[in-house]
């Protein structure tokens, strides 16, 4: 499989706790892309990179929120302390980059589903 | 306030059906317009992309228009089919790639 992979699939957790999620982009794509969804709701920008530098934050990442992509490829998100509200779909997508005269379509992965009980 | 908005918020049609749904958007300016279809626990997959100059794109039977004059753009489902049974999102975006979400239109297609 050669799309966008996301592990895990699913992760509960207790209030407090710390969760660490990976996405494995498209090879090659070098923008990856983290949004995060709930129900009902379409996805909201979290952050993106563009190989290994992380070129824009939403004001919706707390401190509470980092991520990473140290090599370029895989890339993760750390919650820490999490809440109760943190309870969502984090779905991560990655594009070639422009400069490759591609369009900016964004191959989605399945999402990580987040329960903090 | 959101700048794409979508209607309706949910819809269920019978088997064999036809349906459309639409988004409005005020994001400006305007680069291309995508919908994407996502099933329930998966990620969304792209559908249909216009840009400016495009007020019509097929796919299969899916059918996407683009009135970039009103802002608006419509989905077409035709026959539908249990399959399309899913949430359907709008997404604009700027000049700069900002792409702006709606919060879709969930769609149920029942036998």
């Known amino acids: 499989d050669t799309g966008v992979s996301q592990d895990p699939r699913h992760k509960i957790t207790k209030r407090g706790q710390n969760v660490t999620f990976r996405c494995d982009p498209i090879s090659e794509h070098n923008r990856l892309y983290w949004y995060r969804q709930t129900l009902g709701q379409g996805p909201e920008f979290l952050t993106y990179f563009q190989n290994e530098a992380q070129l824009e934050k939403s004001r919706l990442l707390s401190d509470r929120f980092s991520a990473e992509r140290p090599k370029g490829s895989f890339s993760t998100l750390e919650i820490q302390r999490t809440e109760q509200g943190d309870s969502a779909m984090y779905l991560c997508?990655?594009?070639?980059?422009?400069?490759?005269?591609?369009?900016?379509?964004?191959?989605f992965g399945p999402g990580t589903r987040l329960t903090v009980l | 306030k959101n700048q794409v908005e979508q209607s309706p918020q949910s819809l269920i049609i019978l088997e064999g059906k036809n349906c459309t749904l639409q988004c409005n958007y005020t994001v400006s300016p305007f680069s291309n317009l995508r919908w994407y279809k996502q099933d329930t626990g998966r990620g969304p997959v792209s559908l249909t992309i216009m840009t400016f100059s495009e007020n019509t794109k097929s796919n299969g039977r899916y059918t996407a228009t683009l009135d970039a004059d009103t802002k608006q753009s419509s989905l077409h489902i035709t026959a539908s089919q249990l399959s399309d049974s899913a949430s359907y999102i709008c997404?604009?975006?700027?000049?700069?790639?900002?792409?702006?979400f709606g919060a879709g239109t969930r769609l149920t297609v029942k036998p």
């Open positions: 997404v604009v975006s700027g000049n700069n790639n900002d792409m702006r």
């Open positions: 997508a990655s594009r070639p980059g422009i400069e490759r005269g591609h369009t900016d379509t964004q191959y």
